[in-house]
């Protein structure tokens, strides 16, 4: 699994671990949406485009 301070670029499915959150209906809605919005303006796929915001997220927490 990447270290959120290498970017490496995206791992592979089979090295990709799952994390599962509970949000109310809006915000997972928001997500996904915001997902899509940055697959579609960037061209990358939805798996590149989690894991950019699960780094920029723990960058931002500085974790």
């Not at 209906?25 to 939805?46: D, M």
Request: glycine share 4%; aromatic share 8%.
């Amino acid at each position: 699994m990447n270290n959120p301070q290498d970017n490496t670029g995206p791992c592979s499915l089979d090295e990709l671990s799952q994390i599962k959150l509970f949000v109310p209906p809006n915000l997972y809605s928001a997500f996904h949406r915001c997902v899509w919005i940055r697959v579609n303006e960037t061209g990358k796929n939805q798996l590149e485009i989690m894991q950019e915001m699960v780094e920029e997220f723990l960058k931002k927490h500085q974790c």
